[in-house]
């Protein structure tokens, strides 16, 4: 089978020699990136808008040595409801063909609850073919396709289609393409807003290894903007499914390297698409979990949560921030200290909201909610101080030899009990035995010496606090 191409004179140039010509001023010389790179990520638009961030995306593998290229992409021409495979035969772009590598689409299909051959859904699809020309200007003939097309919501079956292509390309010369625009049609301020939070927060994703993550990124940002934009990433789907197979593949990354918007090129704002190009790779030493906060973020984020306490406990609803951090889910502690004691803590270790939508409503909650004290007077509030912590992502540890001594968070569960202390608390406690005995006795409801038992669940985690000065 040969497809045909579906949008040569549309969405790039259908002479020869033009399309060449314009591919190659797009392939500017690029630096590979800095960690070892499995993966990247390239937009799939028209050459005009979304040519140069394809070139940024490109280029750096000139030299790179592969001969299978996996490009995920979305499926725009029908739903899907698991990844859709072209098996057999070639693409033919106005460069020549690029042959499918038929045993590596036969490996994926073995998994027939996350793959089939559908060439129904790659018919008039463009967001595979448009990357075609590009890998020819790039290598020729030399390199093999695997075009799988997704649009499934379901991120666990996406995670786990993009792990076994991440296993499948072990062993192999593979690297692979996810194929995505980001947001469609809000005015160039808000897309550059949306735009870098969703690139942050698949870097988030990459660093905390949680695909998820970036499916709850994005739906947090599209609620905050769907009054602007159709989408907060058309490629949402691919990109999930790209960022557990670069997991997979021992990646912890993903770096951006090229972010444009049409407006960009069009001069016309009103009505744009974003684009991006990065990479998917393993970085050394591994990248920290937690969101990078410089100081006047941290800042900013207690002066929002000082403006909360303040508000009739209401909590101020926050709209899309111009600071791509503050959009990020993030998991956070809220402390207020009076005379340098204990006036409230509320928080949660899983990232549920917005970094600071969390700021705000968990400012208010240390005000009003903490079961062991009565609501923050007016007389107190002056004198109240706010502490601020962002918690790492959680991680299961074997025993208490893990749990590192003024570092490490713990958070232990057992059955339907459960406790944690944050590491500010490990100043009240002269020995780990000290600290986690009155962990799990006065924070989990356990027996204090809980923690011993090898059926006893313990998470260790790291924090960034702040407090006002």
Sequence with gaps: MIRKPAVAGRFYEARPEKLLAEVSGFLKAGALPAGRATGFLAPHAGYAYSGPAAGAAFAPFKDFPFDTLVIMATGHTMSLAKGALLAEGSFETPLGNVAIDSAFCAELLKHKKLFEDLP???????????????????????????????????????EEAGRAIGRAMKGRKALFCVSSDLSHYPPGNIAELSDLSVLLALRQAMRNSSPGYFELANQLLLSKASAYLDTTACGQAAMTAGAAAALELGCNDFETALYTHSGKISGDDSAVVGYGAGFFTEASPKPAGALDLSSDMKKELLALARKSIGADRKVPVQPLNAIPEFNQPAAIFVTLTLGGELRGCIGSLEPRFALADMAASYAVAADFEDPRFGPVSESELKKIKIEISVLSPLERVKGAEAVKEGLHGVYIKSGRRSGTYLPQVWEHFKKKEEFLSSLCLEKAGLSADAWKDKAVEIYTYTVSSFTEK
């Design 120 to 158: 129904l859904a790659h018919a008039a699809e463009h967001a595979v073919e448009v990357q075609l020309p590009f890998l020819q200007a790039l290598k020729g003939g030399a390199v093999k396709i695997v075009p799988v097309l997704f649009n499934n919501s379901d991120a666990a079956l996406l």
